[in-house]
């Protein structure tokens, strides 16, 4: 970020399932012009997911309650403010786990890289 501070902040919980074929399920998101309101949230949504885990998964329900301090505390803050994203995750037996909070620039981001700049695209035209 040039030195200016985020416009906003966000924040999403989601999690991937890679069987019986992968998906992703949508936790939900916040998003504000405050970074207390999205660190809030996370860590409200981490401590519910780990309460909804309970004894079916304690390693990853320790961990959401681990994420619910984290999210809330005063360094986190400071890395939203200063324009970097904080992204917890674990792999548990059946899916990844993950909540991120990140700025949102006050800059648009181009979407087009200037020649010879960006990735360089694969066969058939995608991003390998």
């Given amino acids: 970020m040039s030195g200016r501070w985020p416009a906003a902040y966000r924040a999403e919980a989601v999690a991937y399932l890679h069987t019986p074929r992968p998906r992703m399920f949508h936790l939900g998101d916040c998003f504000s012009v405050h970074a207390g309101e999205v660190q809030w949230w996370a860590g409200e949504r981490a401590v519910r997911i780990a309460a909804s885990l309970g ?19 005063d360094r986190t803050h400071r890395l939203l403010r200063a324009g970097r994203a904080v992204v917890y995750s674990h792999t548990g037996t ?8 990140r700025p949102v620039p006050q800059d648009p981001v181009p979407q087009d890289p200037a020649p010879g700049r960006g990735p360089e695209l694969g066969p058939g035209g995608g991003v390998p």
Avoid: K, T
């Fill in 55 to 73: 004894p079916d998964d304690p390693e990853a329900a320790a961990r959401f309650l681990a994420w619910g301090h984290e999210a809330a505390a």
């Fill in 94 to 101: 059946e899916c990844l786990w993950e909540i991120s909070l």
